[in-house]
């Protein structure tokens, strides 16, 4: 009688190349049917090749990483992923006010920060949300809050009334203090604003972008390094991951068909450095972007697209349509492949691949499917946080017993459109 040969027997190496052939969900039943099995499914060998395939929780840059809370390990990534495809996650209102607002909001590793109206706080990023985790802003903010950013400890707000403040945690209490103003930093509202290299950019519904320098002590110098007309109304810009070029997102009521409402400017000579070309409609304006690296520019806005512009040469690479057809609010990247959109209507959130031309999934982050545009959401590998006109509503997908909320196919028309 021969030998049987078992495949249980067989060598670490052989095994490891017969399970990296397996689906992730076959190697979740194997890891069931010995103790050998469970401990090399358990490790992190065959797992390395399967966690860069999924989308959000590739966690490739260092940039998504940052913000990340947890970090996931190489097993747990597909899991994790599978659950944001197929729409499994638990929902949570995490706060809620009466009066309808325009919000906005900044997501890092230990604080979600939220504004609206003259209001300013930060949540703490544990498992439950407690109330006493609540971060405030000790003065009175004096008029609405446009945008904001979080920088090294320190909040730039851009106002209502044209102003841009500054404001530091406090070293003595859960609370945020003011720190220095450019009161009249702009003659209306400050729409948009970033920082890089302790420069601040901020741009206003007056048409101008200004560049000022980083404040020094307890002041900032009130004469702006330069100021550039782009004669239309300034919605979004952002700063590239390098510092040294910076990208304006306008109202799109002065251009003819054949320019877009977009400008990429040097940040040292203060010129326009690229001439971006296509075919828009009037209005098109963009009301959001996100630099996914140097040389690769994402947007959304007024024309119900998400645009991939490559600086390389001067065009859009890619578009993609929302599903129903309305305006994109905000757009948020883990600067790979991952894209999350939040739209007009219905409080709608939805999910994409740059790799597909079609959505992956859609989230409405209204318990009872409201109206409300999401006006800004951000997200991490386990967490979504999107803020509409009432509610900041967090979604974990990093469970295992979630019930399933999967509206891919509630639309049954097909969502590509041309461009």
Not at 89 to 109: A, I
Not at 149 to 166: A, E, L, P
Not at 226 to 246: H, Q
Not at 399 to 411: A, C, D, T, V
């Amino acid at each position: 009688m021969t030998d049987a040969w078992r495949l249980d027997t067989l060598p670490f190496d052989v095994l490891v190349l017969i399970f990296n052939y397996c689906h992730a969900f076959d190697l979740v039943r194997l890891s069931e049917v010995c103790t050998r099995f469970y401990d090399i499914i358990r490790g992190e060998t065959l797992w390395v090749k399967k966690s860069k395939q999924p989308i959000v929780t590739n966690q490739s840059t260092r940039k998504f990483r940052e913000r990340c809370n947890p970090l996931l390990c190489l097993r747990t990534k597909w899991h994790v992923s599978h659950n944001w495809q197929y729409g499994r996650y638990e929902k949570k209102v995490l706060f809620s006010q009466k009066t309808k607002l325009m919000p906005w909001v900044q997501l890092t590793s230990d604080v979600l920060w939220w504004s609206g109206g003259n209001q300013l706080c930060g949540f703490k990023r544990t498992e439950t949300f407690p109330e006493n985790n609540l971060i405030v802003v000790r003065d009175i903010v004096g008029s609405d809050i446009c945008k904001f950013i979080v920088r090294n400890g320190c909040i730039i707000t851009g106002h209502s009334n044209g102003s841009i403040q500054f404001w530091t945690k406090s070293r003595y209490s859960e609370t945020i203090d003011f720190y220095c103003c450019l009161a009249i930093a702009h003659t209306c509202d400050v729409n948009a604003i970033d920082e890089t290299r302790n420069i601040i950019l901020s741009g206003s519904e007056d048409g101008i972008v200004k560049v000022w320098r980083g404040p020094v002590g307890q002041r900032i110098r009130d004469v702006p390094l330069t100021t550039l007309n782009i004669a239309d109304k300034v919605w979004s810009l952002s700063a590239n991951p390098t510092g040294k070029k910076f990208a304006v997102g306008a109202a799109g009521y002065r251009y003819s068909t054949t320019r877009v409402p977009l400008h990429i400017f040097d940040i040292e000579s203060y010129s326009e450095c690229d001439i971006l070309k296509h075919e828009c409609r009037r209005g098109a304006g963009i009301l959001d972007m996100v630099w996914d690296n140097p040389q690769i520019l994402l947007t959304c806005g007024y024309d119900t697209y998400i645009r991939k512009w490559d600086l390389r040469t001067g065009t859009c690479v890619s578009a993609w349509g929302d599903p129903t057809d309305a305006t994109v609010y905000c757009i948020s990247s883990d600067y790979y492949n991952t894209m999350i959109t939040g739209t007009q209507s219905n409080c709608k959130a939805v999910l994409w691949d740059q790799r597909q031309k079609s959505y992956v999934q859609l989230y409405f982050l209204s318990l009872n499917r409201m109206s409300s545009p999401v006006y800004c959401l951000s997200f991490d590998s386990s967490h979504l946080y999107g803020a509409t006109d009432q509610h900041v509503v967090e979604l974990t997908f990093s469970g295992y017993s979630y019930k399933q909320n999967n509206y891919r196919e509630i639309l049954r028309y097909d969502p590509i459109r041309t461009h």
